[in-house]
Each structure stands twice: as structure tokens, then as C-alpha cells.
């Protein structure tokens, strides 16, 4: 049963390091993070599984200990999802970005609850198959929490990564009003095309949290809604 769920936004530039000299500008989202961490945190679940936007060479499952790097955004930083296990010198393939991400968030929350995996969803799963990957998710556990990362759409302005759409903003507001009040309806119905056409990465791990929460009657808060850079942030809490 999913028993508490954080959404998190996923760039880099969230890890102060990365940022350099634009961290400050994240620092509103990084706040929001943490707290909706606490709020995992004091669910006391059972497992924490951090699923985020992989591309097709990193998606599934990656196990406790699993570890990641900046070093492909110019930083010498690397982090660590959960504790390695005792008898492991090196746990497998390397987190992608979005998880590295959320090792990192982890981390800086000083997380030190339950036991943590890692899902790397591909950006293009159908919604359908979303659905179903994360009510298996709600089944690993007698508590589930999930710490889902992902951005919105990336052309909100000129000088967003994906140019100016104006069909962005209400993609994003939709997405956020969806979040905030975990209206499982309106996060299934999300239009994959259009999130794809936008570049929203966070579209497919947010219906993997739809399937987890269907059934489990948890209420939301909406922390955080921004898009600095052109790029949708959400921060949601849900509890």
C-alpha cells in the first residue's frame, strides 16, 4: 500500500555544486524538496522507492547501494541510493540523472528511514503501462512511500530548452493542479504526445505514482510551482 509520496523536480542545477553560481535561484525548490521528504519520512514506510525519467539504456530497477555521479555536468560529486549492501563492492549499472538527483535529495535530507530502490521509468511508457508499473510498486511493501521525480514542460520561454510553446503553460498548470490535489483522473489522462512534444519529462513517473495511489485515499499539498529557466518545477507532498 502506498502510504506517503514526495514529487520532486529533477535537474541537475538542484545539486548546489552543479549550479555553481545560479544556486541560489533553486533555492525556494530545494526548501519545498525537503519538505516533502519529511513528509515521507514521517509516514515511517516500510521501502522508498525513487522513480524518475530514464532513457532507454537506464530504465527499471535499480537496487540499495546503487550509485551515480555529476561528473558528466562538470562536477567531481558522486552519491549513493541507501546504504550498499554489506557484501557488495560495486552494486551495478549507475543511476541516471533523475535519480542521481534523488540520491542526492536523500542525502542532503539526511534520509535515514527505510530501506531505498530506484526505478528509472522511460520517458515514452505508456500511460497504460505506467498505470500498471506503479500499482506493482504499491504491492512490494506493507508501506510504500515513493519519491518521484520529474520536470514539466521545457518551453515555457524563448530561451527554454525547447523554445516558447504556448501550449505549455496550461500543460503545466494542469499537471500542477493535478499534483497538488492528487487527482489520479487528471494525471492518467495526461496526453502523452503532447508531453513528448514539450518535453516533460516528469509525465510518465507521475502516472507510475497515479497507479501506486489508486486506492490508498491520500491527500496532497502543493509546495511548490515555478519554471525558472523556461523548465515546470512541482514540488507535491502527498500523505
Do not use: I
Not at 530504465?59 to 547501494?65: D, E, K, L, N, S
Amino acid at each position: 500500500m502506498l502510504v506517503a509520496a514526495a514529487v520532486c523536480p529533477c535537474p541537475p542545477l538542484l545539486v548546489p555544486e552543479v549550479a555553481a553560481g545560479a544556486g541560489p535561484e533553486l533555492d525556494a525548490a530545494r526548501d519545498a524538496c525537503t519538505e516533502a521528504l519529511g513528509v515521507l519520512a514521517a509516514a515511517k514506510p516500510d521501502l522508498l522507492v525513487v522513480a524518475g525519467p530514464a532513457g532507454p539504456d537506464d530504465r527499471g530497477t535499480f537496487p540499495t547501494g546503487s550509485t551515480g555521479s555529476f561528473a558528466g555536468f562538470g562536477v567531481d560529486l558522486a552519491v549513493r541510493l541507501g546504504e550498499a549492501p554489506a557484501a557488495a563492492t560495486d552494486p551495478g549499472r549507475r543511476l541516471p540523472a533523475s535519480l542521481a538527483v534523488g540520491a542526492w535529495l536523500l542525502e542532503h535530507a539526511r534520509w535515514a528511514g527505510a530501506p531505498v530502490e530506484g526505478l528509472g521509468v522511460e520517458e515514452s511508457l505508456p500511460a497504460d503501462r505506467c498505470l500498471g508499473a506503479g500499482a506493482e510498486l504499491a504491492d512490494l511493501a506493507g508501506r510504500v512511500a515513493l519519491l518521484v521525480l520529474g520536470d514539466g514542460s521545457a518551453c515555457r520561454t524563448v530561451k527554454a530548452p525547447g523554445y516558447l510553446d504556448e501550449r505549455a503553460a496550461d500543460f503545466d498548470a494542469v499537471a500542477a493542479a493535478a499534483l497538488g490535489s492528487v487527482d489520479l483522473a487528471a494525471l492518467s489522462a495526461l496526453d502523452e504526445s503532447l508531453a513528448a512534444e514539450l518535453k516533460a519529462s516528469g509525465r510518465a513517473p507521475w502516472q507510475v505514482l497515479a497507479g501506486a495511489a489508486r486506492g490508498a485515499a491520500l491527500n496532497g499539498r502543493l509546495l511548490y510551482e515555478d519554471a525558472p529557466y523556461g523548465v515546470g518545477y512541482v514540488v507535491a507532498a502527498w500523505s
